[in-house]
């Protein structure tokens, strides 16, 4: 990883920091293959802001929460 690669949340997600993230964009922000995110799902250490459908969608200001727990 370069430091190129390092944004802060503001930078990607920008205005957006309200907005509900599907699990594709979820798992991009994290960092982690869909996959995983699946399994922390299913495990409960990720919990979906809302479902809709069969799609799972996540808060920006929980997966910026996760984020930062992750890194502890």
Request: no cysteine; glycine share 6%.
């Amino acid at each position: 990883m370069t430091s190129e690669d390092n944004f802060s949340h503001d930078q990607v997600f920008g205005i957006t920091q309200q907005a509900s993230l599907s699990a594709e964009e979820a798992a991009e922000y994290l960092g982690i293959s869909a996959l995983t995110l699946r399994e922390y799902v299913r495990s409960g250490r990720l919990i979906p802001s809302r479902v809709v459908g069969h799609k799972k969608m996540f808060s920006a200001q929980s997966l910026r929460a996760f984020k930062r727990i992750r890194k502890a």
